[in-house]
């Protein structure tokens, strides 16, 4: 169930009874042969499954995050820190008035994490407000299955090529991780260092293995909706 879905009055009547939400934050910016969107797509798709188990509501996604590395290539869309927070904490600041306590924000990008630390500030100025931040590839979970693979995951590459996110033939050979000088780059070396923009390893997997990490993402979801 989306908010897009509603009417204000049916969001009254959701509140007389649930005060839980969904947030989903991510990323507008190159994946590769994957949508430029993969970093919303994903954690927008777990949001949705989790939705319809548990009748939690779901916000319209942020689309855009923090991605100043890769400016390079044509279609990243990225916004600075400062803002990332000040957006976040204002969507909560509006929930929050309309009787919403517990908020789950779905992130699908690594370069938004900052918000996450801020989140440790916004807590405190809201009484009752309980909050919960879900990065899916990172998961225990998640992780649990890679290894069980023996399969390393990496920006753009098998780990995020789920059939939503395809939006191009994917190449069948694996591409050699390339070399990295420098956790800080300028976007201009980054897309030297990276070319493609995959970070390496294959760039896809069998259908089933992607099933078995969206089910382990699924389940942490509807874990952490628990609010314990």
């Known amino acids: 169930m ?16 649930e005060d839980r939400l969904m947030l989903v934050l991510g990323a507008c910016e190159q994946h590769g042969y994957l949508s430029l969107l993969t ?5 927008l798709a ?13 916000a319209p996604p942020l689309n855009f995050g923090v991605s100043p590395y ?11 820190v400062g803002t990332l ?4 904490e204002d969507l909560i600041r509006s929930v929050y008035k309309q009787g919403f306590r517990r908020i ?13 630390a801020h989140l440790n500030d916004i807590i405190n100025q809201y009484p009752h407000l309980k909050l919960n931040w879900y990065d899916w590839w990172t998961s225990h979970s998640v992780e649990a299955v890679a290894e069980k693979y023996e399969i390393k995951p990496a920006h753009a590459n098998w780990l995020e090529a789920f059939p939503f996110t395809r ?10 991780p390339p070399h990295v000088p420098s956790a800080i780059m300028d976007t201009e070396t980054s897309r030297e260092v990276y070319g493609d923009g995959s970070f390496g390893g294959p760039y896809q997997v069998s259908e089933e293995i ?5 089910a382990a993402a699924l389940a942490d979801v509807l874990h952490l909706l628990q609010f314990e």
Do not use: C
Request: no cysteine; glycine share 6%; net charge negative.
């Open 70 to 80: 890769f400016l390079a290539y044509p279609g990243t869309l990225s916004l600075r």
């Open 104 to 116: 789950l924000i779905l992130n699908g990008h690594g370069g938004n994490v900052p918000a996450r």
């Open 167 to 176: 939006v191009a033939d994917l190449p069948q050979e694996s591409k050699n």
């Open 46 to 58: 777990l949001a949705d499954a989790a939705s319809q188990r548990s009748g939690v509501l779901v």
């Open 210 to 214: 992607m099933q078995e990490i969206f």
């Open 85 to 88: 927070l000040a957006v976040v």
């Open 2 to 17: 989306r908010l897009e879905d509603l009417n204000w009055m049916d969001v009254e009547a959701y509140l007389e009874k």
């Open 39 to 43: 970093d919303i797509k994903i954690p």
